[in-house]
């Protein structure tokens, strides 16, 4: 179990503070809430009317007794009533990390009630700037709280990624600028842009807006409590950051549709199990600056099956000849590429392209779009950093080619922004240990290809590690609709083939069926 201590206020309304982390804290499996009660508040449905701080001796007690018998895997924080408070949460937070290195800490910076109410005065402001920001694994503001903890009267959308950056310069190691309250829609939005609750993730791993159709409802109370909590439990579970925001994004979503009216003001989200399995919980994320856009569903391929991924032209009609229909051509660049390797790159290309044709059969080239598209192949296959790379109008003419793309994910992340340019596919690895180059993920498994398969909303294709035939028949069952080869071809596809073709038609085309019940962490950064 990880344990998850809150720092945080009672609400008497049992609708946000402590009653809300429980409740977010308790959707995850191998989770367990810890509370530690920072201040007591008055409050309903319709008004905060009271509040008042624990003496710092209480609030240390609360802290001693649980480091005695149950250490955190992660710290969060909601409302803290002043800055003693705070530094006391610093101070106790220096000495859990000594014993615990490493120990994520989420400071959601509750400076105010929805209701109207002031928790923070320009004293507490300064303190959680001084103490709390530098210490911070994420921060979890809205742009009402990033503003006001930049000194700022407000924040327009477009202003928002340079507050970020600004959070991340006074220490926080991450930032998620949430803004799925209607009032933080710009009054010039699109009617696409409103309809879209869009936050901003600014991280060591990826930044850009991550996106969910906005849900209409009243019903939006403890919505921070729950993006936060959830944040935390999975970055006690091993999540890096980036992945941690997705996951809290898909929870606090989940719960903003089960929410519901307590009393005669708005009513609060409510937490439950399950937030990881709805597809339609997965957000999108945009590229850089660019915005997120709702995937449309696609019409589906004809499945890729047994994906061959070969260096020459030769090469592809060897593993033609053979039985394959689905050829990926990765012809590695050199450092120097001289005008000679460029035309024998063109050649090979082009070559590999028309033989695919004749063959009835498709053809990926890796890398090089211009060309995929100029000599007729039927597409492309792109790593996160080449898209990168692209800017916007590159991006768009890649969309615009009518190429097939294929675009690599080995994290939650990376499959959110692999989403937002529907593509053709989108290939989950390494699934195996893999030799192939060096990357600095995990291996991702049975399970997470499973869940890949399930929640990204296209055809998920597997690679890295399939070594022998058994784990195509097992990737086949976890939904895959293409299964990568490369080492396992050999020097002779024509005697290699045939088995792996066999042990492919046992077991597939398969539905994609529900994978892990919390997808695992794979980067090599998590612990």
Known sequence: MKRIWSIA??????GAGLAADQRAIDAWPDAHFCGVVAAVTAQNSQAVTRVEA??????????????????????KTGLLADAAQMRSVAAWTDRLREAHAGLPLVVDPVLGASSGANFADDGAVAAYRAHLLPRATLITPNRREAARLLGLP????????????????????????????PADTPDDATPEEAALAMDWLASPQASGWLALPRIGTGNTHATGCTFASSAATALAHGFVAADAVVLAKMAATHALRH??????????????????????LLPTMGWGDE??????????????????????????????ASGVRSVQLRIKQPAAATPAWWDALHAQVAE???????????????????????????????????????????RAALRASGLALGVSSHSLWELARARSLAPAYIACGPVWPTLTKAMPWRPQGLDNLAWWCAMAGTPVVAIGGVLDPAQIGAAAEAGADGICVVRMLGERPAETVPAMLAALAGHWPAEPRAGAAVPWPRHSLAP
């Open 259 to 280: 929410g519901h009216a307590a009393g005669r003001g708005p009513g609060q989200v409510l937490a439950r199990p399950g937030f990881h399995a709805e597809p339609g």
């Open 154 to 181: 407000g924040l327009r959308r477009d202003e928002v990624p340079d507050a970020a950056q600004a959070l991340r310069a006074l220490g926080a190691q991450a930032v998620c600028i949430t803004g799925g309250d």
């Open 291 to 320: 915005l997120p856009w709702a995937v449309p569903a696609g019409v589906r391929a004809a499945p890729l099956g047994l994906y061959a991924i070969v260096d020459s032209a030769a090469r592809v009609q060897a593993v033609l």
């Open 54 to 75: 624990v003496s710092p001796q209480l609030l240390d007690a609360q802290l001693a007794a649980l480091e005695a018998d149950m250490p955190p895997a992660a710290v």
């Open 352 to 394: 590999a392209a028309a033989t695919c044709r004749a063959a009835g059969a498709r053809l990926f080239v890796n890398d090089h779009w211009q060309l995929a598209a100029q000599h007729g192949a039927h597409g492309v296959h792109l790593g996160q950093e080449d898209l990168l790379a692209l800017d916007a109008g590159q």
């Open 9 to 14: 206020g009672t609400d008497s309304s049992g």
